[in-house]
């Protein structure tokens, strides 16, 4: 059965931190991880990993994969409030013409000010 | 980037109706669409993926009868909650994928429809 941990499931810190989050897998037949920022409604887009070693950043934002380890790390610099939110990693999976998304139970990442 | 909308956002039903709910990929076609159920403070759960044309396929213990999932074009695919009870009451959410075949591609998420059953 396809897994991905989270940790830690919870964070609390002060603005100007930097946080890691941390995402473990197993998944067979992987493809990519995804992660994504959940505030109030539907999640939005962050990253697609699909290359071991490689990071990708955004902004404050960046993700690195390993596909040796079966890990990915998100990690947040200088964090600000608008951050808080919980952070989703997701493994998926193509077969075919089949494509799964399998999710972690997620990060809440509180950032106070 | 590419957008999901999702319809109606928030909807309160009384036990034993039926509920539709729609998701539309706006600027690009859709070969699978999947829906997921979230319940408070808990991770989204994958109900069914829905391919344009075919059969859409549940995952183990979503019962097809009572979530039926219609994917009648590239762009529109509905879940439809039959005979609803309060334990229904989730928020659902869509996601589109523009990959095909092999292509991975991106997944985006409609805003979610909040179902409260009383």
């Known amino acids: 059965e396809d897994k991905v941990v989270q940790s830690p499931l919870s964070l609390v810190v002060h603005e100007g931190d930097t946080v890691t989050l941390n995402c473990s897998y197993e998944v067979t037949n992987f493809r990519s991880l995804l992660w994504y920022k959940q505030e109030k409604k539907a999640p939005t887009f962050l990253f697609m990993l699909t290359s071991s070693g490689i990071e990708k950043k955004s902004g404050r934002l960046s993700s690195i994969l390993d596909k040796k380890e079966l890990f990915s790390i998100l990690n947040i610099t200088a964090t600000q409030t608008g951050d808080s939110a919980v952070y989703l990693c997701?493994?998926?999976?193509?077969?075919?013409?089949?494509?799964?998304?399998?999710f972690g139970k997620g990060t809440l990442l509180t950032v106070n000010p | 980037g590419a957008v999901v909308s999702q319809h109606p956002s928030r909807v309160i039903c009384k036990s034993g109706t039926s509920v539709k709910i729609e998701c539309r990929s706006l600027?690009?076609?859709?070969?699978?669409m999947f829906w997921y159920r979230q319940f408070p403070k808990q991770s989204l759960m994958l109900m069914a993926t829905s391919n344009e044309g075919s059969k859409a396929t549940y995952e183990q213990g979503v019962e097809k009868d009572k979530f039926l999932i219609n994917h009648a074009s590239l762009t529109l695919s509905t879940l439809t909650v039959t005979s609803a009870h309060p334990e229904d009451s989730s928020f659902y959410i869509c996601?589109?994928?523009?990959?095909?075949?092999?292509?991975?591609?991106?997944?985006?998420f409609g805003e979610g429809s909040r179902l409260t059953v009383l």
């Open positions: 997701a493994g998926t999976v193509i077969g075919g013409s089949n494509y799964k998304l399998t």
């Open positions: 996601s589109a994928r523009t990959g095909q075949g092999n292509w991975v591609g991106e997944l985006f």
């Open positions: 600027d690009f076609q859709a070969t699978t």
